[in-house]
């Protein structure tokens, strides 16, 4: 009897150790048919494994595809951030069909050559020489024709993982004289809404400084005008209508004209459909009166919620500032204050040729929460590099050939011809 019970009890750790064994599987099971657990677990996931289980059942396509999937995505997966650089062809020479864009990743250590995943804008078909980008906003390209009249041009929102986009329609014909088209913007936060807009911007060519705003809703459909029509307080001449962000709300612009009462900046809230004027930023006490009228504001930019301007003066200047405007945008303080002399040695140039290389080869300016984690990116001879600008370190992000289209021909990558790219996993419909 004593033996049978040791032989019963020695048969108990087998069977704890099958129901051991079981359970992951049942736990597998009850993950895979609970739609709230099943969620919590993709929306953590990098977009290429979400496209790919789309094709696993129809049940994870709808739940990937679902619009407030991406919403929910967004502040919990910080995905890869990049830039897209000018497309590559020879300056002056005739361009390809479909224009290829070299793509930068700034979250990766140091890579090799680029193109690194390039971007070929060949989604469909366009007659008038290819596709074009003209602004990226988290995560989603707004697009046009590379060329032609404006009657003939065609304007496209796309999403480069999913290969989705949509054609807009034509802007409709406004009566009271004719417009020109002064610059276009998207304005797309998945945090908020699933929902984009595109702001375009007129004025009448017989008064260029009261400007209509067109606004394309993903939501409503056709364009539409706004309430009313803005005379703008600045002059419209030297404002990039073309260079624009999306921050809190608003599409912000700024002129780069180095006078003092002549610079500026404007930004339209896209909700209130209200245009008001930017503040220029403060000149400080440790900058001289006679650099007033020698600021030069370049590389304005959004990243992280931050926007930011970088201001340069003209030599023997050996400063330039970091500015970062007020959530509210009320104004602008200091975030960085860097010693040119300082960035020249670590660049391994004379601080002349460093001054031309922030003028025009400045990519952009990235502000983290942590300082020290705040840098520039360059291009530099051969190379796109990080700077630092708390701890004066450099960091090579890649090698480049700037000879695309053969010896002495080189193409400059900076603010204006960049943008950067966040992945997303909104599904832009046709």
């Known amino acids: 009897m004593a033996s049978n019970k040791r032989l019963k009890t020695s048969l108990n750790p087998i069977d704890a150790c099958t129901t051991c064994y079981q359970t992951p599987s049942l736990s597998a099971e009850i993950v895979a048919n609970n739609d709230d657990l099943l969620t919590e677990i993709l929306v953590r996931l990098p977009i290429k494994l979400l496209l790919a289980f ?51 990743n700034l979250s990766s250590p140091v890579q090799s050559r680029i193109p690194n995943k390039p971007l070929r804008l060949s989604f469909t078909t366009d007659p008038m020489g290819g596709i074009k980008i003209m602004h990226s906003c ?45 610059g276009f913007s998207l304005a797309f936060d998945p945090s908020k809404s699933p929902r984009y807009k ?21 939501e409503m459909g056709p364009w539409r005008l706004s309430s009313e029509s803005f005379f703008s307080p600045i002059s419209t001449h030297n404002l990039h209508f073309n260079v ?48 007033r009228n020698q600021r030069n504001f370049i590389c304005f930019g959004e990243y992280g919620d931050h926007l930011h301007l970088l201001e340069i003066y003209n030599p023997p200047s050996t400063y330039f500032n970091v500015y970062e405007m007020q959530t509210d945008y009320s104004g602008w ?71 695309y289209g053969g010896e002495n021909v080189v193409v400059y990558k900076s603010w204006t011809s960049t943008y950067q790219y966040t992945e997303s996993c909104l599904c832009v419909k046709i």
């Open 54 to 104: 789309k094709s696993v059942s129809k049940r994870w396509l709808a739940l990937i595809s679902n619009p407030h999937f991406c919403r929910r995505r967004t502040p919990l997966y910080k995905p890869n951030c990049g830039l897209f650089s000018p497309p590559r062809y020879r300056i002056g020479a005739g361009t390809s069909t479909n224009l290829v864009y070299d793509y930068v």
């Open 244 to 291: 624009s962000e999306f921050w809190n709300g608003a599409v912000p612009w700024i002129t780069t004209w180095d006078n003092w009462e002549a610079a500026g900046g404007l930004y339209f809230n896209v909700e209130k459909e209200r245009l008001s004027q930017m503040p220029v930023p403060p000149l400080l006490v440790e900058d001289s009166e006679e650099n």
């Open 138 to 182: 988290n995560g989603l390209l707004l697009c046009s024709s590379h060329r032609g009249p404006d009657r003939w041009i065609k304007y496209y929102v796309y999403n480069p993982p999913t290969k989705h986009y949509t054609i807009l329609p034509q802007l409709p014909v406004r009566s009271g004289g004719r417009r020109s088209i002064m």
């Open 198 to 218: 595109v702001v375009c911007v007129r004025s009448l060519r017989s008064m260029q400084n009261q400007l209509d705003f067109e606004i394309y809703s993903s």
């Open 333 to 403: 303080f200091v975030k960085f204050r860097v010693d040119v002399a300082q960035v020249a040695e670590r660049c391994i140039l004379a601080v002349q040729d460093l001054y031309r290389f922030l003028l025009s080869n400045l990519i952009c300016v990235v502000c983290s929460e942590v300082d020290e984690q705040s840098y520039m990116v360059m291009h530099l001879p051969d190379a796109i590099v990080k700077y630092y600008l708390k701890t004066n370190s450099l960091m090579k992000l890649c090698d480049i050939d700037d000879h």
